[in-house]
């Protein structure tokens, strides 16, 4: 399959609320927001979130398939002077093809030209598959646990990933 990444833009507003939809309807506890939350969402609201993607203190990049469909996305954004990976999403259908693995390329680059040494991100305690997936790229659990935001009583796994040096 061939695809591309491009970065996230204002412009690209309805293709990224397409998928944001999508991701949310097929793996509900994989993101801090609920599919009714986000399709009560303005057409403004879907601008406005889009263009803040990328910035200098977060990016956004989606996969794209030859038809010009989003079929991936993954997000980075620095807070508290640490960078988390979140949004990470693959269209079902063309999981294990390589689009994650070159998503998260394009976050370690954009992260490593800004001086960031490590990747911090949080996954929901039962999504084995992603946990398996950040594993194999070279992330490690912490140790640490924070709750679910969506159902407190629920955990995230924190996991880290030191970035190589250039």
Same mark, same amino acid.
Not at 2 to 31: G, H, N, Q, Y
Not at 61 to 70: E, K, L, N, Q, S
Not at 77 to 84: A, H, I, K, L, Y
């Given at each position: 399959? +061939?695809?591309? =990444?491009?970065?996230?833009?204002?412009?690209? #507003?309805? @293709?990224?609320? +397409?998928? /944001? @939809?999508?991701?949310? +309807? !097929?793996?509900?506890?994989?993101?801090v927001e609920t599919l009714d939350a986000a399709s009560r969402q303005s057409d403004d609201d879907w601008v406005r979130r889009a263009a803040e993607t990328n910035s200098a203190f977060?990016?956004?990049?989606?996969?794209? !398939?030859?038809?010009?469909? #989003?079929? &991936? =996305?993954?997000?980075?954004?620095?807070? !508290? &002077? /640490?960078?988390?990976?979140? &949004?990470v999403y693959v269209t079902p259908l063309l999981r294990g093809e390589g689009l994650a693995e070159a998503l998260l390329l394009e976050i370690e680059r954009w992260a490593g030209e800004r001086g960031h040494d490590q990747l911090t991100l949080e996954v929901h305690e039962h999504n084995q598959r992603a946990q398996a997936f950040y594993r194999r790229r070279g992330f490690s659990a912490t140790g640490d646990r924070v709750p679910y935001p969506l159902a407190p009583h629920e955990h995230e796994v924190v996991m880290t990933k030191l970035l190589a040096a250039e």
């Open positions: 399959m +061939a695809f591309r =990444i491009v970065p996230v833009t204002a412009e690209s #507003w309805p @293709l990224f609320r +397409a998928l /944001r @939809l999508e991701m949310l +309807a !097929d793996s509900p506890k994989a993101f977060s990016c956004g990049f989606a996969a794209v !398939d030859d038809a010009g469909r #989003w079929v &991936g =996305i993954m997000r980075a954004r620095v807070e !508290d &002077g /640490r960078t988390f990976l979140l &949004g």
